[in-house]
């Protein structure tokens, strides 16, 4: 008899439908365990951006309203207080995280770096350093209140450009 007469007994008897379908049925569930964790960690990935991005957003929106209305310098160092911490956090897990560690998080999630946020970050921290050392009780000038809106202008139009290209 040939190989292939030999190899044709074999998968037709017994244990040849149990070998083969030992073999297909342990490769697909393998194949839908690989898929599955792969769509979990994508699925997970993704829950992060969003909730980073929420974060961020919420933060920069209560900045500003409240930069809007700072009159001192302890109305600005109230109002530049989400840069570190949330007033009300959209995820307790980042209640207690700087802004720019959660750009930090997102670029990590996503590998998306745009510089030129990176920088207006690092200003908006710097800001915040020279406003935290001032006296809280000397007025707040309007020079800076008008950098601090235009920077978190220009960090929510970012913010809203990454949420709506998320949707589409």
């Known amino acids: ?10 998968l037709n008897s017994n244990f040849g439908l149990w070998f ?3 073999v297909f049925i342990t490769g697909g569930a393998a194949l839908y365990q690989n898929t599955q964790h792969h ?6 990935t993704e829950k992060e951006v969003i909730t980073c991005e929420f974060e961020i957003a919420n933060r920069l ?5 409240l930069l809007l209305k700072a009159k001192t310098i302890g109305d600005a160092q109230t109002a530049l207080t989400p ?12 209640e207690h995280v700087n802004i720019a560690v959660l750009y930090f ?19 908006l921290e710097e800001i915040n350093l020279a406003v935290q050392s ?11 209140r008008k950098r601090l809106i235009e920077i978190i ?11 709506n290209s998320r949707q589409n």
């Open 61 to 65: 929106n209560s900045m500003k309203f």
């Open 1 to 10: 008899k040939s190989f292939w007469t030999k190899a044709s007994e074999v």
């Open 105 to 123: 998080k997102i670029f990590q999630l996503t590998g998306i770096r745009d510089k030129q946020m990176g920088d207006l970050v690092k200003e």
């Open 20 to 22: 083969l379908s030992s």
């Open 83 to 94: 840069i570190s911490k949330s007033f009300g956090a959209v995820s307790a897990e980042y």
């Open 134 to 144: 001032a006296n809280p009780k000397d007025p707040f000038i309007e020079a800076d």
């Open 39 to 44: 769509y979990e960690a994508k699925l997970n």
């Open 153 to 163: 202008s220009i960090l929510q139009r970012y913010e809203n450009q990454q949420i």
